[in-house]
């Protein structure tokens, strides 16, 4: 294997984004209307169906909105949770195989794929990783599960953080992925961090700032955010 480990986890973050953004694409073409319309057409349904064969598919309701949920196994319970800006799909490549061992759920989480996009709230509430946190233990109380497995990447990842927070009775073990601690890395900011993350410093604008001009062209929007995320190595600041 060629170059440096940091050369060859930057490309590798560099092609999970360019992977990201496709499967952004075609989500957004899929669920569009998700929103007005929660109940996904059977021509929607069927990539899930083609690369989870065999899982059951089902719209759970929790104290918030509606998880799309994936399930398949009947052994220990695992729950699979995506990051940003994925779905459910970023785990077609192994959740059939942990499916022959596990009892597998693997959902949307809130605001993404074909789960609900209930409002923010005042201070964006809804959408927050407590809140988020909460789902997930919604669909595995739904499905029978009081304890179980998590494994999570990135913005899932934060999600599991919390729920090991809230709910430690919960989570029997945790496997987090690819992802920093929010608060260090705001702590250790400097102008290069500060550059190349500025859609961190402008998402957390009051609303509806942010709001506004992402509406303006939200198709400008990410492809400026994915084209920047493909091409920036990461500056992660120093420990302190």
Not at 58 to 68: A, F
Not at 155 to 171: K, M, N, Y
Request: glycine share 8%; charged share 25%.
């Amino acid at each position: 294997m060629r170059g440096t480990p940091g050369e060859i986890d930057r490309d590798r973050r560099r092609f999970s984004f360019a992977a990201a953004f496709t499967l952004a694409a075609a989500q957004l073409s899929l669920t569009a209307s998700a929103s007005a319309q929660p109940e996904a057409s059977d021509d929607a349904k069927a990539p899930t169906d083609r690369l989870f064969p065999g899982f059951s598919t089902e719209l759970v309701h929790t104290g918030g909105t509606t998880i799309h949920a994936l399930r398949k196994g009947t052994g220990r319970p695992l729950l699979l949770l995506h990051g940003y800006p994925e779905t459910h799909l970023t785990w077609r490549k192994i959740a059939p195989q942990l499916a022959e061992e596990f009892s597998v759920v693997v959902p949307d989480l809130r605001g993404y794929g074909r789960s609900g996009r209930p409002e923010g709230g005042e201070r964006h509430e809804n959408y927050s990783f407590r809140a988020m946190a909460q789902d997930q233990v919604d669909i595995m109380r739904h499905y029978g599960h009081k304890r179980f497995l998590v494994v999570a990447h990135d913005r899932g990842a934060r999600v599991t953080h919390r729920l090991c927070l809230d709910h430690p009775e919960s989570v029997e073990r945790a496997c987090l992925m690819d992802i920093a601690p929010t608060l260090t890395m705001y702590q250790g900011t400097n102008q290069e961090f500060a550059t190349s993350y500025m859609w961190w410093f402008f998402l957390i604008q009051a609303y509806p700032l942010p709001e506004h001009m992402i509406g303006l062209d939200p198709k400008f929007y990410l492809q400026k955010v994915f084209e920047d995320l493909n091409k920036t190595p990461e500056p992660y600041p120093p420990t302190r």
